[in-house]
C-alpha cells in the first residue's frame, strides 16, 4: 500500500497540499510561541548601576518576614523604613555617611521620567561633569544628558531652576542632581544611605535593625526597580504562555480538521479501493502512511519557519515596549521537538477516527456513502462533543457556586472558552444542516433555484459544511470570549467605582509624592468644600497560619470617609472605623464584625485591628480602609471634595486649583475621574493582548483560506454537472460564492453562541459578587472579523471554481476529480 499512498499523494496534490500549508503554519505558530516562552526562563546578570563604585550602600527594613508552621514567609514592604537614626548615627563614626534620595522631577522640555538625587551621590555611579560646575545654590541643579546645557534656566514642578553643569547620561535613567541641602527639603523622607566603611564594622553595627548592608553585585539592590528585569521576564512569560496555549489550542484543532476534512473527501476512492480488493487495514495502514509523509515534511518545514519567524516576534515585542531591550530568543531545543513531534502526533491523530472508519465499511456501502452522507456524526465524535460540553457546563456551576471571583481572573477567561469551542466543534455537523436552513430560508423563498441549491447543497454535506465553518467558528469565539471579557469586566469596575464615588470632585498630585500636610491645610479651607484626604497603601494578614497576603489599603478619616464614599457594605458601619479599627471585604478568611485580626502596616508595623465593617467582594479592587494613622507613612495621593450645599461647584474648583498651585496637579469632576480610573488595561497590556488575538485569529484566517481551495478542489464535477443542466458559468460562481456565505455565516453564529454562553457565566459570577452590570459583546469587531473571513472564504471559493470551468469543457470536466 506504500506505493498507492506515494501515488495518491501525487494524484491528490490539492488536498495534501493544503493539509500540507495547514501543518506547517500551525508547526511554526508552536515554535515560534514555544521558542519566546523558553527565551523567558532567564534574564541575563545585571550589576550595580548607580553604587557601581559605592564602598557600603545600608538600607533601611524593606521587606517583612512572618515565621508560620511550614517556613518563613516575606513581603517588600509598600512602604520601606528609613535606617534608624541611631543606626546612622554610630555609622558616622565609621567614616563617611552621604544620604540618599530620589525623588520625581517634571521639567519643561525635559525627558518624561526625570528623577532627582542629592549631587553628593552623583559619584558613585559614577558621573562626571562634562561641562560647568557643582551645584551650590537651591535653584541649580546638574542635568544628565544634552537636553540642557549650562546657563539655561528651567521650569520644573519643583520650582524654577539655573543648569550650572551638565554630565554623561548612563542609560539607566534621567537623573538631575541637585544641591543636598535642596534635594533633603524636596525629599525629606530617605530610606538608605552609603557608608565609606569596611563592610564588617558596618554589619557590626547595623546588627538586628532590621536595615541590610549591601556589598559587591548586592548594591544593585539599593538601584530604582532592582527586579524590574524578574518582573519583565514574569509578564512576558505570562504572556507568550496564554498566546501559546491559544495559538496550540487553534493550531491543533485547525489542523485536525483539516486532515479529518481531507479523508472524508476520499469516500468514493476508497469505496472503489475496497471494490478492487482492498482490506480495511490496507485503507487504514495507506491513509496513516500518507499523514506520516505529510506529516514528517510538513513538521520539519514548520520548525524551519518557526526559527525565523520568532526573531521577528522578539524585535516586535522589544519595540512595543513588551519586552525589555536585551530580550532575544535562540538557544533552546525542547520548542522545535514540541513542535515537530506535537505537528507529527496530530497529523496522525486527526485521520485515524476518519481512516479507521472509512475501513470498516463495505464495498457497496462505501460507494452508496460517497454519494450522500448518510449520518452527520460518528458515535465516538458525538459523545466527546457531549462529554466536552457537560464538563463545560458542570465546572461553570461550581465555579458560581463555589468561587465566582475564579472566573474572572485572567487565566480562567482565556482558557475557558477552549472546552466550549471544542464541543461546540465536534457537534457542528448536527446542528450545521438545521442552522443553514435557516440561513438560507429568506434567499430559498425568492424566485429561481439558487436560493434552493445553496440550501440543499450547504445541508447535505454537512461534514463539508462543519469542516469549513470550523476556523469561522474558533475566530470568532476566541475574539467574542476574550474581547467581550476584558469589555464586561471593564464596564464591571466602572459601575463599582461610579457608585463607590459620591464626591463632587477630586484632587489628584501630579507625582507619587502626594500632597503634603500644607496643600491639604490650603485644599480644606477652601470655601463650600468638605474634603476627604486619602492615602494608598497595603496591610498585609496571615491567612490560615501560612500564607502572607498583602492587600490594597486606602486610609481616610471616618467622616470624611462617609460624605464623600459609598461603599458596598454588607454588615457594619463606615462610622464605626477608627484608629483601632479596619473595614475588609468578603475575600479574606475572617470577615465577621467585631472580630479581632492581627495585620501587619504598609511600613511592617504590627497591629491588631477590630473589623469594623465588611465589604462585598466585587470584582477584586475593594481592598480593605484604614484610618490615616494607620498609613504607615503613605503621602496623601488623592484628595475628593463634596462640595456643600449652596456652594457653587465651579467656584470650589476654582478654589482649589488655586490651592494646588502649580505643579501639575488636577482638579477632577466625577465623570472625569471615573473616566481616568476606568480606562481599561493600559498600552502595554492592550498591545500584548492584541498579539494573542492576532496570531490565533490570522493563523485561522489562513486555514479557512485553505480549507475553502481543500473543498472546492472536490467539486469540480459537481460544477460541470450544473453547466451540463444549463447553468452559465456566472450562475455557477455566484453559486460558489453564496455557498461561501452560508458557511461563514453558520461558523459566525456557532461562534457568537459560544462568546455568548462565555460572557454570560462571568455575568452569573459578577452578580453573585454583588456587581451588576450588562454584558458587553463585542459586535462592531465580531461583524468585522466575519466580513473578513466572508471575504477570504468567496474569494478562496470562486477563484478555483473559475479556474476549473475555464480549464476545459463541462464535458470533460465532468470526468475530472481534481
Not at 506 to 528: C, E, I, N
Not at 543 to 566: F, K
Amino acid at each position: 500500500m506504500l506505493s498507492t499512498a506515494l501515488r495518491t499523494l501525487r494524484a491528490r496534490r490539492v488536498t495534501f497540499v493544503g493539509s500540507f500549508v495547514a501543518l506547517v503554519l500551525g508547526v511554526a505558530l508552536i515554535t515560534v510561541m514555544g521558542l519566546a516562552l523558553a527565551a523567558t526562563s532567564d534574564a541575563p546578570p545585571r550589576g550595580p548601576e548607580r553604587f557601581a563604585v559605592a564602598p557600603v550602600v545600608v538600607q533601611g527594613q524593606h521587606s517583612l518576614t512572618v515565621s508560620t508552621p511550614i517556613g518563613e514567609r516575606r513581603q517588600d514592604l509598600d512602604r520601606p523604613r528609613p535606617v534608624p537614626e541611631a543606626v546612622v548615627a554610630e555609622l558616622r563614626t565609621l567614616g563617611t555617611v552621604v544620604v540618599d534620595r530620589s525623588f520625581a522631577v517634571r521639567a519643561e522640555g525635559g525627558p518624561a521620567e526625570l528623577v532627582g538625587h542629592p549631587w553628593s551621590t552623583a559619584a558613585f555611579a559614577p558621573y562626571a561633569l562634562d561641562a560647568g560646575r557643582a551645584p551650590r545654590g537651591a535653584g541649580e541643579v546638574v542635568v544628565a544628558g544634552d537636553w540642557a546645557r549650562p546657563g539655561e534656566r528651567v521650569r520644573t514642578d519643583r520650582g524654577e531652576v539655573r543648569v550650572v553643569g551638565t554630565v554623561r547620561a548612563l542609560g539607566f535613567e534621567q537623573a538631575v542632581f541637585y544641591g543636598d541641602e535642596r534635594a533633603a527639603e524636596l525629599a525629606p523622607r530617605s530610606v538608605q544611605l552609603v557608608v565609606d566603611a569596611a563592610p564588617d564594622a558596618v554589619r557590626a553595627v547595623v546588627g538586628g535593625s532590621g536595615a541590610r548592608v549591601l556589598t559587591g553585585d548586592d548594591r544593585r539592590l539599593a538601584d530604582a526597580d532592582p527586579d524590574r528585569d524578574r518582573e519583565a521576564l514574569t509578564a512576558l512569560n505570562a504572556l507568550f504562555g496564554t498566546a501559546g496555549g491559544i495559538s496550540a489550542f487553534v493550531s491543533v484543532a485547525v489542523v485536525a480538521s483539516t486532515f479529518a476534512f481531507a479523508v472524508a473527501q476520499r469516500r468514493r476512492e476508497f469505496g472503489l479501493l475496497r471494490t478492487a480488493g482492498a482490506t480495511p487495514g490496507q485503507l487504514r495502514r495507506m491513509v496513516v502512511a500518507e499523514a506520516l509523509g505529510v506529516g514528517v515534511l510538513a513538521s520539519a518545514a514548520g520548525c524551519v519557519l518557526g526559527s525565523y519567524g520568532a526573531p521577528v516576534l522578539a524585535r516586535w515585542a522589544v519595540d512595543e515596549g513588551l519586552a525589555p531591550g536585551w530580550f532575544s530568543v535562540g538557544g533552546h531545543g525542547w520548542p522545535y521537538h514540541l513542535g515537530f513531534w506535537t505537528g507529527l502526533g496530530v497529523a496522525v491523530c486527526g485521520v485515524l477516527a476518519a481512516s479507521w472508519r472509512a475501513g470498516r465499511t463495505g464495498p457497496v456501502e462505501a460507494l452508496r456513502e460517497a454519494s450522500a452522507e448518510s449520518r452527520a456524526l460518528t458515535p465516538g465524535r458525538l459523545l466527546a462533543g457531549a462529554a466536552l460540553g457537560l464538563t463545560a457546563a458542570v465546572t461553570l456551576a461550581v465555579a458560581l457556586v463555589g468561587d465566582p471571583g475564579g472566573l474572572l481572573q485572567r487565566k480562567t477567561y482565556v482558557s475557558r472558552p477552549m472546552l466550549l469551542i471544542t464541543a461546540v466543534a465536534l457537534l457542528a455537523p448536527v446542528v450545521t444542516g438545521p442552522l443553514t436552513r435557516l440561513v438560507v430560508w429568506p434567499a430559498a423563498r425568492l424566485r429561481g433555484a439558487g436560493g434552493m441549491l445553496v440550501r440543499e447543497n450547504a445541508a447535505a454535506g454537512t461534514r463539508r459544511t462543519a469542516a469549513v465553518a470550523a476556523p469561522v467558528l474558533i475566530t470568532v469565539a476566541l475574539a467574542g470570549s476574550l474581547l467581550g471579557a476584558t469589555a464586561t469586566l471593564d464596564g464591571a469596575r466602572e459601575t463599582e467605582v461610579r457608585q463607590r464615588t459620591t464626591a463632587d470632585l477630586v484632587v489628584v498630585p501630579a507625582t507619587d509624592d502626594g500632597f503634603d500636610a500644607a496643600a491639604v491645610r490650603r485644599l480644606a479651607a477652601v470655601p463650600g468644600a468638605e474634603v476627604a484626604a486619602g492615602a494608598s497603601g497595603a496591610v498585609y494578614v496571615l491567612e490560615d497560619g501560612v500564607a502572607l497576603i498583602r492587600s490594597d489599603a486606602r486610609a481616610v478619616a471616618p467622616g470624611a470617609l462617609a460624605a464623600t464614599a459609598a461603599l458596598p457594605l454588607v454588615a457594619g458601619r463606615v462610622a464605626d472605623l477608627d484608629d483601632g479599627s479596619i473595614i475588609v471585604n468578603e475575600e479574606w478568611r475572617r470577615h465577621t464584625v467585631g472580630e479581632r485580626v492581627d495585620v501587619w502596616l504598609g511600613d511592617g508595623t504590627r497591629r491588631s485591628l477590630r473589623i469594623a465593617a465588611v465589604m462585598a467582594t466585587g470584582t477584586g479592587d475593594n481592598g480593605v480602609y484604614v484610618t490615616p494613622r494607620n498609613a504607615g507613612s503613605a503621602p496623601v495621593d488623592r484628595v475628593d471634595v463634596r462640595v456643600v450645599a449652596g456652594a457653587d461647584a465651579g467656584a470650589v474648583a476654582d478654589g482649589l486649583r488655586v490651592a494646588v498651585g502649580g505643579g501639575g496637579a488636577r482638579v477632577l469632576d466625577r465623570d472625569d475621574w471615573i473616566a481616568s480610573v476606568a480606562a481599561g488595561p493600559d498600552r502595554v497590556t492592550r498591545t500584548g493582548f492584541l498579539l494573542v488575538l492576532g496570531i490565533a485569529l490570522l493563523y485561522t484566517g489562513l486555514s479557512l483560506a485553505n480549507t475553502m481551495v481543500m473543498a472546492g478542489s472536490d467539486r469540480v464535477r459537481d460544477l460541470a454537472a450544473l453547466r451540463l443542466a444549463g447553468a452559465t458559468e456566472g450562475q455557477v460562481l455566484r453559486l460558489v460564492g453564496a455557498e461561501a456565505l452560508t458557511v461563514v455565516a453558520v461558523g459566525g453564529a456557532l461562534g457568537a453562541l459560544v462568546a455568548a454562553v462565555e460572557l454570560l457565566g462571568m455575568w452569573g459570577a459578577l452578580g453573585a459578587l454583588s456587581v451588576g452590570t450588562p454584558v458587553r459583546l463585542p459586535w462592531g469587531t465580531l461583524g468585522a472579523l466575519t466580513g473578513v473571513c466572508a471575504v477570504l472564504a468567496v474569494v478562496s471559493s470562486v477563484v478555483p471554481a473559475w479556474r476549473s470551468l475555464r480549464r476545459g469543457r463541462a464535458v470533460e470536466l465532468a470526468g475530472v476529480r481534481e
